[in-house]
């Protein structure tokens, strides 16, 4: 299944007898034979986490995956990255700006988006 759109644009320009004429075509086409690998599922512990003793994100998959946290507003408060194991180790440094309350941890490719929510507490 694909998505393609083209769009086609004519400019005229006029400065004193002299005309000239643009046409400008853009197009666009989106064929992904390759699927984007399953997102995993995202593991917090402890939930609820104290901000200043951290908390572990572990996914199902054996790689590394790019996490971000957002705040109940979702505005993005920090971007995490797992490693090849698929663990991460979140001190209080990595959580420094972060607001206490509920969060939202998010792991996003190209066709699939996951969250779990983290609530951070003082």
Known sequence: M???FSIIRTIKVSKKDIIIQIDI???SSSHSD???P???DIS???NPAQISQGFTLETE???STKLGIYNIKGLL???LCTDVTGKLEVNNAKLEGLSAGINLIKARNRQDLKAKKLVLIR
Do not use: D, F
Request: one cysteine or more; a positive charge; charged letters at 15%.
């Open 2 to 4: 694909g998505i393609s």
């Open 25 to 27: 075509e853009l197009s």
């Open 34 to 36: 390759v699927a984007a």
């Open 38 to 40: 399953p997102l995993p």
């Open 44 to 46: 917090v512990y402890p």
């Open 61 to 63: 998959q054996k790689h």
């Open 77 to 79: 408060g920090r971007c």
